[in-house]
């Protein structure tokens, strides 16, 4: 009985996520300085792009709650996310210590992925395991076939279905599904589809946005070092995006 009740699940979950979109809340882990941050994100998609909002001010229960937070939607704070179609991503952050919002477009990762044979239940779908590596960072992931949707969290994607866990091995970063729901309409915050389209011609390469960023973060550490007790000197210091969850880029090789 209770196998049968499962199939029935099963069975009713594949159906709804095919006809509707679906919204995914992921806790993101980052565990880069001894101290693990939690924030809540959200995958909005639907079967011709998606969205990916990453809330870094405040911890929201579930989506419905992130929509009716009328002090979030005023600050301007749904900027920091991803637009994700088949062919590129739309990215907008701001640079660190820097007021100035910016919108970049990114090509859609081809990670290649290696599917294993380790399979589990993750909120009573079945997963199986893969890893592969981006931007300098090997991931092990858990998607299931049974929400046929090729994504995930952040810009992880390219499996033959949705990414429901995702661990980069040296535990610096990771992304858990804590709920899943299944909508028939398919809601953005107004104010975040407005500002892609009314910024189109803003849009600036990605390579330039990390340029921005990786100055940004030279200048964070020189500030730093430079309140360092006096006489105390570092050795072997990191590359500036060590800690950064794109540790290097496929530009970066190529020949210039």
């Not at 500002?195 to 011609?201: A, L, Q, W």
């Not at 794109?246 to 190529?254: L, T, Y």
Request: glycine fraction near 4%; aromatic fraction near 16%; charged fraction near 20%.
């Amino acid at each position: 009985m209770k196998r049968f009740l499962l199939f029935l699940y099963v069975l009713s979950a594949i159906f709804s996520f095919s006809q509707n979109s679906i919204v995914i809340k992921y806790d993101f882990v980052q565990n880069t300085d001894n101290t693990s941050k939690i924030y809540g994100q959200f995958l909005v998609s639907n079967k011709t792009e998606s969205y990916y909002i990453m809330p870094f001010h405040k911890v929201f229960k579930n989506y419905d709650e992130l929509l009716n937070d009328q002090d979030y939607a005023d600050s301007g704070r749904y900027m920091n996310s991803l637009k994700k179609t088949d062919n590129y991503i739309l990215g907008v952050a701001y640079i660190p210590n820097n007021p100035i919002i910016k919108i970049y477009k990114d090509f859609t990762p081809e990670i290649k992925w290696k599917i294993l044979s380790e399979t589990k239940l993750i909120f009573n779908f079945n997963c199986q395991s893969a890893v592969g590596n981006f931007r300098g960072r090997d991931y092990k992931v858990w998607f299931t076939t049974e929400i046929p949707i090729s994504d995930g969290p952040w810009k992880l994607s390219g499996l033959p279905g949705l990414i429901l866990e995702a661990t980069d091995s040296n535990g610096y970063f990771s992304f858990t599904a804590s709920g899943i729901s299944s909508n028939s309409s398919y809601v953005i915050p107004r104010k975040l589809i407005n500002f892609y389209s009314e910024n189109d011609k803003k849009i600036i390469k990605y390579s330039e946005f990390i340029f921005e960023e990786n100055n940004a973060l030279s200048v964070f550490r020189q500030k730093m070092m430079a309140n360092l007790p006096k006489g105390v000197q570092l050795t072997n210091i990191p590359p500036i995006r060590k800690l950064e969850i794109e540790a290097n880029f496929e530009w970066e090789n190529e020949k210039q």
